[in-house]
Structure formats: structure tokens, C-alpha cells
């Protein structure tokens, strides 16, 4: 029932910042954790960071102390800023509630 869509990726040099969005219609988050994943050429889905329907946070280690998840349920929204980006970040980035999953944003990391 909700769809969800992903935006803000793009192309950014090492070092650089990117904050994505994960906005969801048909149907409220409030109550469902969210999850960003990302997956690579050639390599599995990775996870990235859960918020809860909360806001509480966890994430990868690959990802601690650079990346911040958050939710904003009044909006219906999720967001995903990225700081200090490198090279190995570069990927599809998903996000994900319940059964439903986005259509996926490319974030590219150069050196």
C-alpha cells in the first residue's frame, strides 16, 4: 500500500555531502521502522542505518560517525545525510519500510 521514492543522490568528490529522501505516500509510516540499504555492482545489499518509529538510530559500522538517519513522521519522511563521503560509498541507495521498498537513488563517489 505505501510506495516510497528516494531523491537527492548525485555525483559528489570524496569528502564531499549528499542528503537523500525517502518520501512515502498511500499510507502513513508513523508506527513502522525505515531502513536505508545500498547494493553495488557485483556485491549484495548492504545495510546502512534503521530508524524507528521512534527515531532511534543504528547503523553499519562502515557508516558510524559520517552518516545521520532520521524521520520526520508529521511529513512522512525520511532522510539520510551523508558526510565525509568516500569512493566505497558509491551505490544505489534504497530505503525501506515494512513489505515496501523504493525505486533506489545512485549516489557516485569519485576520488
Known amino acids: 500500500q505505501v510506495q516510497l521514492a528516494e531523491s537527492g543522490g548525485g555525483l559528489v568528490q570524496a569528502g564531499g555531502s549528499l542528503r537523500l529522501s525517502c518520501a512515502a505516500s498511500?499510507?502513513?509510516?508513523?508506527?513502522?521502522?525505515v531502513g536505508w540499504y545500498r547494493q553495488s555492482p557485483g556485491k549484495a545489499c548492504e545495510f546502512v542505518v534503521v530508524?524507528?518509529?521512534?527515531?532511534?538510530?543504528g547503523y553499519a559500522d562502515s557508516v558510524k560517525g559520517r552518516f545521520t538517519g532520521s524521520r520526520d513522521n508529521a511529513k512522512n519522511t525520511v532522510s539520510l545525510q551523508m558526510n565525509s563521503l568516500k569512493p566505497e560509498d558509491t551505490a544505489i541507495y534504497f530505503c525501506?519500510?515494512?513489505?515496501?521498498w523504493g525505486q533506489g537513488t545512485q549516489v557516485t563517489v569519485s576520488s
Open positions: 525501506n519500510s515494512n513489505t515496501a
Open positions: 498511500g499510507r502513513t509510516l508513523r508506527g513502522y521502522a
Open positions: 530508524i524507528s518509529s521512534g527515531g532511534t538510530t
